[in-house]
């Protein structure tokens, strides 16, 4: 077999028939896998086949065995965690994506996908309002892109009291104060662990889970003036709801601090005129952390990483090999390596950039307002079901109910699982159990969201039953 287009035709042609069989079985579907990955287990595994098999064949095997344990998260009837779906550009830019196969390291070798990224990362800069000339990488998702930002902050807060974290590591570092909001995600936990820098000191939050700025400003002064890094979030997972990023920002930075804003999917309230109210301030962040596949609904994975000093982000993640092409030098335009934490890489923001393309401006915006108009009507069709309660102000994306105590709440979650219409997650919020509604799909419409609530109307009526 040759790498002619021919050898491509037959397998492409099979995962495209299957993948458009797919989406278009998502306006009806079920939104939940009918196995699990173990029942899946023996259709993929077993011994390795001694032999070759033709292409076309394994794809059609793979998406056909895959289909009964893939859950519809791209339906518009998919409220989970905090997921969004794919838009059509980004799909179809996603595809060429992996045809093209460009190793996105360098600029000079691949320079189509570099300069596709750079056009990219320089509309989020402007649609976020964030301050212009900021570095922007692109990376698998928040986890990683928290985890370069604040790469980037611990270097340069211990630098500023003279140490050399590249020569010397953290060993015998002056202790980086790193404070958090006492309801910041736990992935940011996890990047700090991984940069070595503890567990952080949590600020208390108030009712909607925002830091509180008298708390930490108090948690400020008690800590002196050593190196400190203050993360703040924008949207937090259960009320969606923004820490004062402007206010507590200009606290931290009379501290010397490093602000960093982990904005997984709320940072996109910058780009919408009638939510930019959500995040005064936001510019005056040193770092900002967001996914693309959330709120802007590309495929997985992409996040992306911001950093207002293109030369902290540089210092913290380029290498220097010499079979490499050496980078053009401060104050060029960086290689995507320099950026993040990757060397070898997917182009992964050539579909943030076909989003961006295919909505413009005011398409981003109203992609945003309308995620956040249906996550109002969903708290309002939550709120009239007997029993119900919305528990937070519904200023984003996100809804969290509860339907009398932990149990029926529960209860509720269940049933509604069962009955397969729509997708919801349970969770704990403020010492209650919640059922947590995200939308975070563009294709989520009316009828989705009525055929949802009428899901849950029939779960909160089967919940009741035992209860009688
Ligand atoms: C989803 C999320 C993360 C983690 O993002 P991944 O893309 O899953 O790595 C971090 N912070 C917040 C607020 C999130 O919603």
Redesign the pocket.
């Known amino acids: 077999m040759s790498a002619s287009e021919d050898a491509y035709d037959a397998a492409l042609d099979m995962a495209g028939a299957h993948a458009r069989a797919w989406l278009g079985s998502l306006p009806d579907r079920p939104v939940p896998p009918r196995t699990d990955a173990d029942g899946l287990a023996p259709v993929f595994g077993g011994p390795l086949p001694d032999g070759p098999a033709d292409p076309a064949e394994v794809i059609d095997l793979l998406a056909r065995s895959a289909e009964p344990g893939l859950m519809a998260m791209p339906s518009g009837r998919f409220y989970g965690?905090?997921i969004g779906g794919t838009l059509p550009a980004a799909l179809g830019a996603d595809w060429l994506v992996s045809a093209w196969d460009q190793n996105a390291a360098m600029r000079y070798p691949t320079p189509a996908v570099a300069a596709l990224e750079e056009a990219a990362g320089a509309w989020i800069v402007d649609l976020l309002g964030l301050p212009a000339g900021a570095d922007v990488g692109f990376v698998?998702?928040?986890?990683?892109?928290?985890f370069t930002g604040l790469a980037a902050a611990r270097r340069h807060v211990l630098a500023r009291v003279g140490w050399n974290l590249d020569a010397d590591g953290l060993f015998g570092a002056p202790r980086i104060r790193v404070l958090v909001g006492e309801e910041r995600?736990e992935?940011?936990d996890l990047a700090l662990r991984h940069l070595g820098l503890g567990a952080p000191t949590a600020v208390a939050a108030d009712e909607q889970g925002r830091i509180r700025l008298d708390a930490l400003a108090e948690a400020l002064e008690a800590g002196g003036d050593g190196p400190a890094i203050v993360c703040l979030?924008a949207?937090?997972?259960h009320s969606g709801a923004f820490d004062p990023i402007g206010e507590a920002a200009r606290i931290a930075h009379r501290h010397g601090a490093w602000v960093h804003v982990?904005?997984?999917?709320?940072l996109w309230a910058a780009a919408s005129p009638g939510l930019r109210h959500l995040v005064p301030g936001l510019a005056g962040a040193d770092s900002w952390?967001t996914?693309a596949?959330?709120t802007l609904n590309v495929p997985y994975?992409c996040?992306v990483v911001v950093v207002a000093d293109p030369g902290a982000l540089r210092a913290a993640m380029g290498v220097h090999a010499s079979y490499l092409i050496e980078p053009a030098g401060p104050g060029g335009p960086a290689d995507p390596f320099e950026k993040v934490p990757e060397l070898s890489r997917r182009a992964r923001g050539v579909p943030v950039w076909a989003a961006l393309r295919s909505l413009g401006r005011s398409g981003v915006a109203g992609l945003v307002d309308g995620l956040v108009r249906n996550a109002r009507a969903m708290a309002e069709g939550i709120a009239a079901i007997d029993g119900a309660e919305v528990l937070n102000d519904v200023v984003f994306t996100q809804v969290c109910a509860a339907f009398g105590d932990d149990e029926r709440t529960a209860a509720v979650t269940r049933a509604l699982l069962e009955d397969g219409s729509a997708w919801m997650s349970g969770s704990r919020w403020r010492g209650r159990a919640v059922l947590r509604v995200s939308v975070s799909n563009w294709s989520t419409d009316d009828a989705d969201i009525e055929a949802s609530l009428a899901a849950l109307r029939r779960a909160a009526q089967r919940a009741s039953r035992p209860h009688r």
């Open positions: 965690w905090v698998t998702g928040a986890t990683v892109a928290n995600h992935t940011l979030q949207g937090n997972v982990d904005g997984a999917f709320g952390a996914d596949h959330k994975d996040g």
